[in-house]
């Protein structure tokens, strides 16, 4: 593991350039009228809102999909899209809302939302194998989509950031996207920030900000900083350990949100050792769940038993496990090793793995530490390697054995999303590269399953059985906090789903 940086001269570093940003962008304030500075915690160098995995296009306001998640009732409704309908869940008539029109003046019509998709299908791989679009044709305002087999979830889908609407006529997708929400792109500056004007013919009434800054800071204790400074005005997953600090600032409000998010240890299953489930069990048994729930996140977050948080109708109950260093040293010794020296062992090799992790979630390197620390107590060495873009490593290079990583899990208030993403042969996050019949069946099995209660049953089975195969290790499921200045700030609302942040609502006094 790396040293770390003496952490005084990294946030006075990230201070001075937050103070820079802030200067500038106030006397841009002070001619444009009402502003707000956003800080996130994960930085972009593309806007493009078909391919880009950080989703800033749509959690900016730039860009808007179809269909729209209902936060609180975990329900899909009109957005894009005022109505659709299927007689048989393949073959589906989306009537559009007229009006809209793209940053650039030019009306959504079902010929631009066509193009749209076929777009995103045609870059982003993940959205190809999530939609499976046959065909799609346009006529007016009224948009038919033919998927390749019957698939009676399809319009919720069509809530994924990645299928935007925009128009592809114009190309600088990178750059300036031109979308339909309430903030149309100023200027872009790749992984600092992304500043935003006012779109004044957006269909749902014009924003009530003029303009406003999407920035990018993944240290955490800089953008917990970064708000006492004044330098932003909402942040976005301040560091744990500031909670207190920030809350007993006058006109602070902290919010921590129950989420759909998982943190979880990601499996290679490329790799030998873990192609053995007995490993995989062992490497679960080392995880202290409450513990890390404690004093990494101070209680903020619940400990996990699966992928889906406790709440949800598909989370099941799970037969009860046995945790903690001789669980795992029996589960290694079912594995046919032992420890010789010190070091655990079999057939003469020593079981050595690499651990991955990333610190814009500034407790995943915390989490791959502490999993670093126990497995050494049991003879195993692991290696961990700081990586900046999680997905595009995992999907690029095999020569990993775990990984730290986060991920939605229901952002639909549905399980489709994450276990065809994560578990199906062609799921976009199936790092692990499982390729399982029985549990590809069960996959295929739940997309053509309609109704919620049927649905559930199938995805508990689901369920189950990642549990009972260990493919991953789920390891909690964390809070979404947020700090804003609340005697400034107004109508902001921490979304569950962590994709609609700057409204057209959203104001300052």
């Not at 048989?88 to 030019?106: A, I, P």
């Not at 406003?212 to 932003?232: I, K, P, T, V, Y």
């Not at 390197?365 to 126990?374: G, M, V, Y």
């Not at 208030?413 to 065809?420: E, I, K, P, R, S």
């Amino acid at each position: 593991m790396t040293k770390r940086h003496p952490i005084s001269m990294i946030l006075l570093l990230s201070l001075v350039f937050l103070a820079a940003c802030s200067s500038s962008t106030a006397d841009k304030q002070s001619e444009a009228g009402k502003h707000l500075n956003f800080l996130f915690n994960f930085a972009t160098s593309s806007l493009d809102p078909n391919v880009d995995s950080s989703y800033v296009s749509l959690r900016a306001g730039i860009t808007e999909t179809l269909i729209h998640l209902n936060d609180k009732t975990l329900t899909i409704e009109p957005w894009l899209a005022e109505s659709w309908d299927s007689t048989d869940g393949q073959v589906w008539t989306f009537q559009l809302r007229e009006g809209v029109t793209f940053h650039n003046g030019k009306p959504v019509d079902a010929a631009a939302v066509k193009a749209s998709l076929e777009r995103a299908v045609k870059d982003n791989v993940a959205i190809q194998n999530a939609l499976r679009i046959e065909s799609v044709d346009a006529d007016g305002y009224t948009l038919t989509i033919k998927t390749e087999v019957p698939f009676p979830e399809f319009p919720s889908e069509l809530v994924h950031p990645n299928t935007s609407v925009i128009d592809v006529k114009e190309t600088d997708y990178i750059n300036k996207p031109i979308g339909t929400g309430p903030f149309a792109v100023s200027s872009f500056k790749p992984g600092s920030a992304v500043d935003l004007v006012r779109y004044d013919a957006y269909w749902n009434g014009p924003a009530k900000l003029d303009t406003a800054r999407f920035a990018f800071n993944e240290d955490a204790n800089a953008r917990s900083f970064a708000l006492q400074s004044g330098a932003a005005d909402i942040v976005f997953r301040p560091a744990v350990e500031s909670l207190d600090s920030l809350k007993a600032i006058k006109g602070v409000t902290v919010e921590s949100t129950s989420t759909f998010r998982v943190h979880q240890i990601t499996m290679n299953l490329d790799r030998k050792p873990l192609q053995d489930v007995n490993v995989r069990k062992a490497i679960d048994a080392l995880i202290d769940r409450q513990a890390i729930v404690d004093t990494i996140l101070n209680g903020h977050a619940e400990a996990a038993t699966g992928p889906f948080p406790s709440t949800f109708s598909f989370a099941p109950d799970y037969p009860v496990k046995h945790h903690g260093l001789e669980a795992a040293k029996s589960y290694l010794q079912q594995a046919g090793y032992t420890e010789e020296g010190g070091v655990m062992q079999k057939d003469g090799e020593t079981l050595a793995l690499k651990l991955l992790t990333y610190s814009s979630r500034a407790d995943l390197p915390l989490i791959a530490q502490i999993l670093q620390s126990d497995a050494g107590k049991l003879g195993i060495n692991v290696t961990i390697e700081q990586i900046e873009k999680p997905e595009e490593y995992m999907a690029a290079n095999r020569d990993w054995d775990l990984a730290t990583y986060s991920n939605l899990t229901a952002p639909r208030g549905d399980a489709g999303y994450y276990l065809n993403a994560t578990f199906h042969p062609k799921g976009a996050l199936n790092f692990s590269g499982v390729k399982d019949e029985t549990l590809t069946a069960m996959i295929d099995k739940l997309n053509g399953a309609i109704g919620q209660e049927a649905r559930s049953a199938i995805a508990e089975q689901i369920a189950l059985y990642v549990d009972e195969q260990a493919y991953n290790s789920f390891v909690l499921h964390p809070n979404t906090l947020v700090a804003y200045k609340s005697d400034k700030v107004e109508n902001w609302v921490t979304s569950r789903s962590e994709y609609y942040m700057l409204t057209n609502e959203l104001d300052v006094k």
